[in-house]
């Protein structure tokens, strides 16, 4: 059971990353998801 949940995690990490094209790419993503965070989390205060 953890195996198939090993390979269901690498296939998610793989296709994330292709979908970002590039390593650039993924770091652009990942920041403006925190700046979503942030940007809701300080709404919410």
Excluded: P, W
């Amino acid at each position: 059971m953890f195996k198939s949940n090993y390979v269901l995690a690498s296939f998610l990490v793989i296709f994330g990353l292709a979908a970002c094209e590039t390593i650039e790419g993924a770091g652009r993503d990942i920041e403006h998801t925190g700046e979503a965070i942030t940007n809701a989390s300080q709404e919410a205060q």
